[in-house]
Each structure stands twice: as structure tokens, then as C-alpha cells.
């Protein structure tokens, strides 16, 4: 047993390319909130939460973890129960789940470096599988050339799955759904809406999925619109549709939801939910109502390798989420995940996450920094 003996905090603000996702929105300030964690021995775990804000960086997520960091000085870093349960207040705590996924990821990684295992074989308890197919997950773009343009690229550098972000217009999306089925007819399409359609909309774009065989559609409407999802899965009976994935962090609440079979598969991100510690929940939530889970690992490369072990730890995740273009998501880190030209994503052997951070990168992009402990 050690104990936790010091606690770093950071807010970065990259001076990045920024993206849109619909043409309903601006370009997208993300800030990565991350947290190092030291025990006793000095063994470390990191963990990181994106926050997408407009016009300026989000200081929200630091300030939240400023009085809960130094509840957990002194306490036993195995106890990642016990540490979930103080920051949560047992589940009832108002503070977002998304910022206290920090601590549980970091903690996770801690306990399986101080164990020299992969995050994903302490989560499996055993050997698991070290790599799955990748997907590029493509931002708004300009046109339908810069469509074509770009998936030309992802093709060459070894994508064989994409999936599109477009502009919000059903119409407008359906045609670009076909316009690109006949430049790439081998390509793997899926498509995100971002949930900007209302029924009508949702139908149309549906269709369009259909005629182009595409993988999946992705958050046609809000998530809580069940009953929506429900008739535009009785419709297009072929075709998997999958939430957004955002709103449903809550493991019991999940449940119930899935009751009403509105999803062809749950959606979530690690960092979204509460770190690897509700998302074990999740899974057996998923698992009950024989439902795969296709983890969101759109963001910082901390956050993209959280997803990947606890999706390889559980093996009912079909494809990795890869932002791209890449080089906006790997600020501050000696490691990075990366699609190859087999069309995978190979998870790193070493023990935890795998992934380094680069001390002197980070402080010249952090805008807000504090420390608890020696």
C-alpha cells in the first residue's frame, strides 16, 4: 500500500487548429484539464477531461477540482472505490462526472504501473487483445471537394473506415453521404449528425445511410428523444443507429433507458462518465441488454488511451474513434496513438495508460496550474 502524496492539476490552452461539427456552431475551444497523481513510492497516474467552450478557454473544470484534489492527500491510492465514492458523495454529488473522471483515470493509471500491466489487463484481469480498427472522425470541411480531398488522404495513410461530421442540412448531408459513396466505394462510411435533426430530418438522412450502406448513424436526433429513436429504428430496421452518447452517464439510468431498445449499440467516453470506474457499470449495463459499446475517444491523446485499454479490457467495442487531423489532440504528451497503415490502432505495452508527459510542454500551454502536497 502507498499512499497519495502529491497531486498536480492543469488547465491547457494549445494554440491548435480549431474545429466546427455543424454549421450551426462556432469553432471549438477545447481545453484539456489534466491531473498527475504521485504516491508515496513517487509512482505517478495521469488522467485528462476535454471541455469544448466558444471564444475562450474553460476554466470551469480546474476550479471544480481545486477543493476536491486535497481530500484525497494521504489516502490510500488503491482505494479507487473508496476515492470515487468521496468525490461523487456516493453518487449524488452535483459536480460533473466528466471532471471527476480525471482523478479515477489517473488513479487506475497509478495502480496498474505500480502492478508493471497494461490498464487494460488489470481492468480484464488477464491478457487481452492489443489492437482494434480505427476510424477517421472527420470535422465539419467546406465543401464536398474538401470532402473528397481529405478522404483521399485518410485512405492513403491507411484508414479504411470514416466517419463524416457535416453541416446539419439533412439534404445537404444525404448528398454528401452519396457523393462520397461513389468516390470511395470500398470505404467504410459512418455518419454523426450531432443530433441536429428533428424526425423529418433524421428519416431523411436515414435513408440516405441505407442507400450507402453505411456503418452506422451516429446521434440523429437529442438523445432523450427515446421515443424518436425507437420509430427511427423500427423504420430502417438495417441500418445500426447509436445516441450521441453524452447524456447517459449514470449506470442505473442507462438501464432503464435500454429497456425501451432505442439504440443499436451504447455510446459513451470514459472521461465523459466518471474515468474507468463507472464505466465498468456501463459495460455490464450494455452487456445485459446485448448491446456493444462504440466508446467515443474524440480528444487529448490521455483521453483517446483510457478508451482504448477499457474497450480492449471488455471487447465489445468494434472500432477506435481517431480525431483527426491528429496533431491538435497530442499537446504535451511523449506518446501518442496513432491509426497505421494496417488500419489499426496497437495499444503500448507499457504498464497503465503508456503514456508520458512532457513537463515543460505542458506548463507553456497551461494557463492555470496548481499543486497539492510536496
Known amino acids: 500500500m502507498a499512499n497519495i502524496a502529491r497531486l498536480e492539476a492543469w488547465a491547457l490552452g494549445p494554440d491548435?487548429?480549431?474545429?466546427?461539427?455543424?454549421?450551426?456552431s462556432d469553432e471549438v475551444f477545447t481545453t484539456t484539464t489534466l491531473v498527475r497523481i504521485t504516491d508515496a513510492d513517487g509512482v505517478t497516474g495521469i488522467g485528462a477531461y476535454d471541455s469544448d467552450t466558444f471564444g475562450m478557454?474553460?476554466?470551469a473544470p480546474i476550479e471544480t477540482l481545486r477543493p476536491l484534489l486535497p481530500r484525497l492527500l494521504g489516502r490510500d491510492a488503491d482505494d479507487r472505490d473508496g476515492a470515487y465514492a468521496m468525490v461523487s458523495e456516493d453518487d449524488t454529488s452535483p459536480f460533473p462526472p466528466a471532471v471527476r473522471s480525471t482523478i479515477d483515470t489517473a488513479l487506475w493509471d497509478l495502480a496498474s504501473r505500480r502492478r508493471g500491466v497494461?490498464?487494460?489487463?488489470?481492468?480484464?484481469?488477464?491478457v487481452?487483445?492489443?489492437?482494434?480498427p480505427g476510424y477517421a472522425s472527420v470535422p465539419l470541411l467546406d465543401d464536398e471537394d474538401a470532402y473528397r480531398t481529405a478522404l483521399a488522404g485518410f485512405v492513403e495513410t491507411g484508414y479504411r473506415t470514416v466517419k463524416l461530421h457535416a453541416w446539419g442540412v439533412p439534404e445537404r448531408d444525404a448528398g454528401l453521404l452519396h457523393t462520397l459513396r461513389a468516390a470511395f466505394p470500398d470505404l467504410v462510411l459512418m455518419f454523426d449528425a450531432e443530433g441536429r435533426y428533428d424526425r423529418s430530418g433524421a428519416r431523411t438522412v436515414a435513408a440516405a445511410c441505407v442507400a450507402v450502406d453505411a456503418r452506422w448513424f451516429e446521434a440523429p436526433l437529442p438523445d432523450f428523444d427515446l421515443?424518436?429513436?425507437?420509430?427511427?429504428?423500427d423504420e430502417f430496421c438495417s441500418l445500426p443507429i447509436l445516441p450521441a452518447g453524452d447524456a447517459f452517464w449514470q449506470p442505473e439510468l442507462l438501464a432503464n433507458?435500454?429497456?425501451l431498445e432505442p439504440f443499436?449499440?451504447?455510446?459513451?467516453?470514459?472521461?465523459f462518465v466518471g474515468g474507468p470506474t463507472p464505466a465498468v457499470r456501463l459495460f455490464r449495463a450494455a452487456e445485459e441488454a446485448g448491446l456493444d459499446v462504440e466508446l467515443i475517444s474524440y480528444g487529448h491523446t490521455v483521453i483517446q488511451a483510457a478508451d482504448l485499454h477499457v474497450a480492449l479490457a471488455f471487447g465489445r467495442t468494434s472500432y477506435f474513434e481517431q480525431a483527426v487531423p491528429v496533431e491538435p489532440f497530442e499537446h504535451?504528451?511523449?506518446?501518442?496513438?496513432?491509426?497505421?497503415?494496417?488500419?489499426?490502432?496497437?495499444?503500448?505495452?507499457?504498464?497503465?495508460?503508456?503514456?508520458?508527459?512532457?513537463?515543460?510542454?505542458?506548463?507553456?500551454?497551461?494557463?492555470?496550474?496548481f499543486v497539492i502536497g510536496d
Open 227 to 233: 421515443v424518436g429513436y425507437r420509430a427511427l429504428r
Open 332 to 369: 504535451g504528451v511523449t506518446d501518442v496513438l496513432r491509426t497505421g497503415t494496417d488500419g489499426l490502432v496497437h495499444a503500448f505495452d507499457a504498464p497503465g495508460l503508456g503514456i508520458g508527459l512532457d513537463d515543460g510542454a505542458i506548463d507553456a500551454i497551461a494557463f492555470e496550474r
Open 128 to 132: 487481452t487483445t492489443t489492437s482494434m
Open 264 to 271: 443499436s449499440a451504447v455510446r459513451f467516453d470514459v472521461s
Open 57 to 59: 478557454w474553460d476554466r
Open 16 to 24: 491548435v487548429e480549431r474545429f466546427r461539427y455543424t454549421s450551426f
Open 118 to 126: 497494461p490498464l487494460r489487463e488489470l481492468l480484464a484481469g488477464g
Open 257 to 259: 433507458v435500454l429497456r
